[in-house]
């Protein structure tokens, strides 16, 4: 795992993000060396041929990025899979021929373009279907092993398992009681060193079941630990794999003396700035937008065109969310009717990220059902979030406890990268309209 904008990202995903880069690179580089009359090395650095290339190589990268390529990149269809690679390359050759009408300075030559792109189609989809089945696989994978069977400790295995190109996989659990379907039980925590002896596991994960709770050798742990095996909790392994902070096998103690669990007052701050910033801009440049749509909204439903919302802000203060009112599918698909939130980022009563603003009765009722809601509110609400592009929108109670649980992982990670990191993403899902 690698962890970039405060995120763990699988390993095998850099490499696929890698590997597309230089095997599209040296397709183009080849139908250059194939199709020109001067020498490679004057098109690359004379006339920049080197830049072309990487333009049109950032925008078939982007469409495959938008078409999730880089998310879940198992091979479901061979036909979708090229159908996607295909639509790539329209928009490249889309583009080239904007290109080619403004007069930039990154158009490819024709027959560059033709034939790198015709080597591009074949190579990328046998290159992944190659990929996929070889991070399918648990080869090199690293091996973990359990002690005790919390309920984190289920779900991670049971993810994992799913999951293989997360390059983690389970040999196993031990724990004197419990049980955990399709998994193997290799004996009780007792016999710790003699599992250790013969299958030598990467890492341990600890993780007791709350309600059944068994000894632990810390001292024989910690003696493994300054030895050099990776030993963490059963709630760092989750946070890694799920992105989200558990809240099943979290005592209260944890939320009160881990400083981590709290937001940095440098970061706050930060945000506070930058979100100022980037909300005045937006609001004037979509200022023409919101003009057309309040124009939409009057005449096509009469009545009052925004509507204001009491919701729960930082700390629990109330304010008036404001949004378009208006039943139109397509104005919510596109998020417009959320455009007038950006004068609350202005008045900072919210964010341009952070947990989705919720109204002082939802909230009370749901800190009655739920431990810790009410952490949410350390932050100020956002227009989008980490929940919101990670979790269906839901009113069930399971769903609910998973938003709390991004909620809570964005509060523990706030910070500008994890910001536009989300920013990025909502910006795809909005244009994608999902």
Same mark, same amino acid.
């Given at each position: 795992m690698i962890r970039l904008f405060k995120v763990s990202i699988p390993s095998s995903a850099v490499v696929l993000v890698i590997s597309d880069a230089v095997l599209l690179f040296s397709c183009y580089l080849f139908a250059a060396w194939l199709t020109i009359d001067i020498p490679l090395v004057t098109f690359l650095f004379e006339q920049s041929g080197y830049w072309h290339i990487a333009f049109v190589m950032g925008v078939i990268m982007l469409v495959l990025y938008f078409n999730d390529l880089y998310e879940q990149y198992q091979v479901r269809s061979r036909i979708e899979l090229i159908q996607q690679f295909c639509l790539a390359l329209g928009v490249a050759f889309l583009?080239?021929?904007?290109?080619?009408?403004?007069?930039?300075?990154?158009?490819?030559?024709?027959?560059?373009?033709?034939?790198? *792109?015709?080597? +591009?189609?074949? $190579? /990328?989809? !046998?290159?992944?279907?190659?990929?996929?089945?070889?991070?399918? =696989? *648990?080869?090199? +994978?690293?091996? $973990? /092993?359990? !002690?005790?069977?919390?309920?984190?400790?289920?779900?991670?295995? =049971?993810?994992?398992?799913?999951?293989?190109?997360?390059? !983690?996989?389970?040999?196993?659990?031990?724990?004197s009681a419990g049980e955990i379907p399709g998994m193997t039980r290799l004996g009780s925590i007792a016999q710790l060193d003699e599992v250790l002896a013969e299958l030598h596991p990467s890492r341990v994960v600890v993780g007791l079941d709350p309600l059944a709770p068994a000894s632990l050798p810390v001292e024989r742990l910690l003696e493994l630990r300054l030895g050099g095996l990776e030993i963490e909790e059963a709630a760092a392994t989750y946070e890694m794999v799920f992105r989200r902070v558990s809240t099943r096998d979290m005592p209260p103690s944890h939320l009160i003396f881990a400083q981590e669990m709290s937001p940095r007052a440098a970061s706050v701050a930060l945000q506070s700035a930058y979100s100022l910033v980037l909300g005045l801009v937006a609001f004037l440049i979509t200022l023409p937008v919101m003009a057309i749509v309040a124009l939409i909204v009057k005449f096509t439903s009469g009545g009052q065109v925004i509507q204001r919302e009491q919701c729960a802000g930082l700390n629990g203060a109330q304010f008036a969310v404001l949004k378009?009112?208006?039943?139109?599918?397509?104005?919510?698909?596109?998020?417009?009717?959320?455009?007038?939130?950006?004068?609350?980022?202005?008045?900072?009563?919210?964010?341009?990220?952070?947990?989705?603003?919720?109204?002082?009765?939802?909230?009370?009722?749901?800190?009655?059902?739920?431990?810790?809601?009410?952490?949410?509110?350390?932050?100020?609400?956002?227009?989008?979030?980490?929940?919101?592009?990670?979790?269906?929108?839901?009113?069930?109670?399971?769903?609910?406890?998973?938003?709390?649980?991004?909620?809570?992982?964005?509060?523990?990670?706030?910070?500008?990268?994890?910001?536009?990191?989300?920013?990025?993403?909502?910006?795809?899902?909005?244009?994608l309209g999902r």
């Open positions: 583009l080239q021929s904007l290109v080619s009408y403004a007069q930039w300075g990154v158009l490819l030559p024709k027959f560059v373009m033709v034939y790198g *792109s015709v080597l +591009a189609l074949i $190579l /990328l989809p !046998l290159w992944r279907m190659f990929f996929t089945a070889l991070a399918s =696989s *648990s080869l090199g +994978a690293r091996k $973990l /092993l359990f !002690l005790g069977v919390s309920p984190a400790v289920r779900e991670i295995a =049971s993810y994992l398992k799913e999951h293989p190109e997360f390059g !983690l996989t389970s040999i196993g659990y031990l724990d378009f009112r208006s039943t139109a599918k397509w104005l919510r698909r596109l998020r417009l009717d959320e455009l007038p939130q950006l004068f609350n980022v202005v008045r900072g009563e919210m964010a341009i990220v952070g947990p989705r603003p919720e109204r002082p009765e939802f909230a009370a009722a749901l800190e009655e059902k739920i431990p810790y809601y009410r952490q949410r509110l350390c932050v100020k609400p956002g227009i989008t979030g980490w929940a919101q592009i990670n979790e269906k929108s839901s009113d069930a109670i399971e769903d609910t406890i998973q938003k709390l649980e991004f909620d809570r992982y964005y509060i523990k990670n706030l910070s500008l990268a994890l910001d536009a990191y989300i920013m990025f993403h909502a910006l795809k899902t909005t244009l």
